[in-house]
């Protein structure tokens, strides 16, 4: 079954960092690009980050470039997001998505897997 | 840069069809097409419906389809059921940010 499970998500002050995770499975992930796409209470879908196949390629919204680090490790099938200097404005469900393209490079690309989500919640 | 311009709501009767729109700019929508649409049922992984416009992912039903028309695409959905009611999203590739969503429309089945 293909599969993404986000985690890492939960409580946090502004300005402190958080990692989020995501797990994937049932396809051959170091063949497509990954992103993260985020939703604000009562909010539309708001694109984060893109990583390439091979990380060669990463692309930001101007909302967190900057602050928020993306990356992935191959071997473990895995996804991160590293999220720094953390503001009121970042807190969201946070769901991790597959690239429909194969070999994108992490830029545009239609989402064709989802994962349910990670909450992070920011307050002080 | 703002969100692509969708409706806040759209209704419909089963059996019917209606139609969502996504309306953009030069640099997105009315320039490429790299379009996409989204369904969410709040609570559950948004999935991917229609992409680059018009095209149909496996196991999405041909009662969705997609088409653009300069600055504005569009979502149709005939033979409207209650398992539609969902909220759809749009998005865009776009030179400015890549990555643009639209602001969701939500989708009432009477």
């Known amino acids: 079954e293909v599969q993404l499970v986000e985690s890492g998500g939960g409580l946090i002050q502004p300005g402190r960092s958080l990692r989020l995770s995501c797990a994937a499975s049932?396809?051959?992930?170091?063949?497509?690009?990954m992103h993260w796409v985020r939703q604000a209470p009562g909010k539309g879908l708001e694109w984060v980050s893109g990583i390439s196949w091979s990380s060669g390629s990463i692309v930001y919204a101007d909302s967190v470039k900057g602050r928020f680090t993306i990356s992935r490790d191959n071997a473990r099938n895995s996804l991160y997001l590293q999220m720094n200097s953390i503001r009121a404005e970042d807190m969201a469900l946070y769901y991790c998505?597959?690239?429909?393209?194969?070999?994108?490079?992490?830029?545009?690309?239609?989402?064709?897997?989802w994962g349910q989500g990670t909450m992070v919640t920011v307050s002080s | 840069q703002s969100a692509l311009a969708q409706p806040a709501s759209v209704s419909g009767s089963p059996g019917q069809s209606i139609t969502i729109s996504c309306t953009g700019t030069?640099?997105?929508?009315?320039?490429?097409?790299?379009v996409s649409w989204y369904q969410h049922h709040p609570g559950k992984a948004p999935k991917l419906m229609i992409y680059d416009v018009s095209k149909r992912p496996s196991g999405i039903s041909d009662r969705f389809s997609g088409s653009k028309s300069g600055n504005t695409a569009s979502l149709t959905i005939s033979g409207l059921q209650a398992e539609d009611e969902a909220d759809y999203y749009c998005s865009s590739y776009t030179t400015r940010t890549h990555v643009l969503f639209g602001g969701g429309t939500k989708l009432t089945v009477l």
């Open positions: 998505a597959k690239g429909h393209t194969y070999g994108g490079n992490g830029g545009y690309d239609a989402f064709d897997i």
């Open positions: 049932g396809f051959t992930f170091d063949d497509y690009a």
């Open positions: 030069s640099t997105d929508v009315t320039t490429y097409n790299y």
